[in-house]
């Protein structure tokens, strides 16, 4: 899939099974560059959005394209609920999904 635009939410499944919500600042043959790496957790509480890499110190993480085996525009749900915890801006209705 051709990425049009940086402001895109993406999902890449990767070999592991984790699915990585990002945006991808920066693509090249072997790797994308990306920013605000999260993904979901069942909590108590329902879904709740959380960083990937739990202690990391980086605002970018560059992830090698032969560990991901899918990479999908994310659902118009999940990216909101994404921009909103890396913004902290709201651009959606109430769901069952928690924030960050």
């Known amino acids: 899939m051709l990425i049009e635009k940086a402001t895109e939410v993406i999902t890449l499944k990767l070999q592991t099974g984790d ?13 994308y560059e990306c920013e605000q790496c999260i993904t979901m957790a069942a909590t108590s509480q329902g ?14 993480i560059n992830i090698n394209k032969k560990h991901v085996v899918a990479k999908v525009l994310t659902v ?12 902290g801006i709201s651009v959606s209705s109430p769901s069952s999904i928690l924030g960050v």
């Open 19 to 31: 699915e990585v919500i990002t945006r991808i600042a920066k693509e090249t043959a072997e790797e």
């Open 47 to 60: 879904i709740a959005l959380v960083p990937w890499i739990q202690t990391g110190n980086a605002k970018s």
């Open 76 to 87: 118009k749900e999940i990216a909101d609920k994404y921009l909103e915890a890396v913004t």
